[in-house]
């Protein structure tokens, strides 16, 4: 479909009709050979603007899929990175792409570097020498299993897989799993505008998924559109999180002046109930 190493529209298909999990497990092998993965002008711009609020010693990556958020967090963290997932699939693809050796953005900068970093000494995991511990955990978003440990959060591209229902059990997971002072930060997009071919592709896209949902089962949980930064705003406040927005520069501003992107960084409090000042 995509690109010649991508997956089939027969392949695509059998996904879509599959379990959110299992519809994973099969896209696994291509899925980084398809849009849906995260581009990197968004995980470079994260990390740039989360590299300034460090240094963090553990992060997790949620909804990790094959380990995009994974790079950013091994350039940001000291101690270690955790990337969870409900799909063994993606979490087998993104461990072997990474402890193979350098991920897809390194390989760019190491070409654009003239690999200069190319000699460097690699620990058993195929980790360079002094980066984080990496670690890959097979677990639902909705019931995370870990205590307080994380110092920041991270998640790209996940949250059409949550309907707004679910939002409130979500944040409350990843609360629970950062540390006090910890952050949770990740990339939104402003929508669309009614003008723009992507406005009506993702309402089209929508759509045919909750046509899908009514006459199909298993479910596959897949919505552009709900995940809107009111909303998002709210529960995470709800959930106890003091919310702060920053625009990512790199893509400039819309025509009414406000930001093509955000980064939304969610901080649990030292304090219980305490709001920072905004």
Not at 90 to 119: C, E, F, K, N, Q
Not at 238 to 254: H, I, T
Request: proline share 10%; hydrophobic share 40%; net charge neutral.
């Amino acid at each position: 479909m995509f690109t010649p190493q991508g997956p089939s529209l027969r392949e695509l298909a059998v996904q879509a009709l599959s379990s959110v999990e299992h519809g994973y497990d099969l896209l696994a092998p291509k899925f980084d050979h398809t849009p849906f993965r995260t581009p990197d002008s968004i995980l470079d711009a994260v990390e740039r603007a989360l590299t300034a609020m460090g240094p963090f010693d553990h992060g997790l990556d949620l909804c990790c899929g094959t380990g995009a958020g994974m790079e950013v967090l091994r350039e940001l963290c000291r101690e270690s990175a955790t990337g969870v997932d409900i799909s063994a699939g993606m979490l087998a693809v993104g461990r072997d792409r990474l402890t193979a050796g350098s991920g897809d953005r390194d390989r760019d900068r190491d070409r654009r570097d003239g690999d200069r970093d190319g000699d460097c000494d690699r620990d058993r995991d195929g980790a360079a020498a002094g980066a984080p511990r990496l670690s890959w955990v097979r677990g639902d978003a909705l019931a995370l299993p870990f205590g307080p440990v994380f110092d920041l959060a991270v998640s790209f591209g996940a949250f059409g897989h949550f309907l707004p229902e679910q939002l409130p059990g979500l944040f409350a997971q990843v609360h629970s799993v950062l540390r006090p002072g910890g952050r949770f930060a990740f990339p939104l997009p402003a929508p669309a505008p009614p003008r723009s071919p992507w406005y009506w592709a993702a309402l089209g896209f929508d759509a045919a998924m909750r046509v899908r949902n009514t006459v199909w089962r298993p479910p596959f949980v897949m919505y552009y559109r709900p995940f809107r930064l009111g909303l998002v705003r709210h529960e995470l406040e709800r959930a106890g999180f003091d919310v702060e927005l920053f625009a990512l520069p790199e893509f400039g501003p819309r025509p009414d002046g406000s930001p093509r992107c955000r980064m939304v960084v969610a901080t649990r409090p030292h304090t219980p109930g305490h709001r920072a000042a905004r």
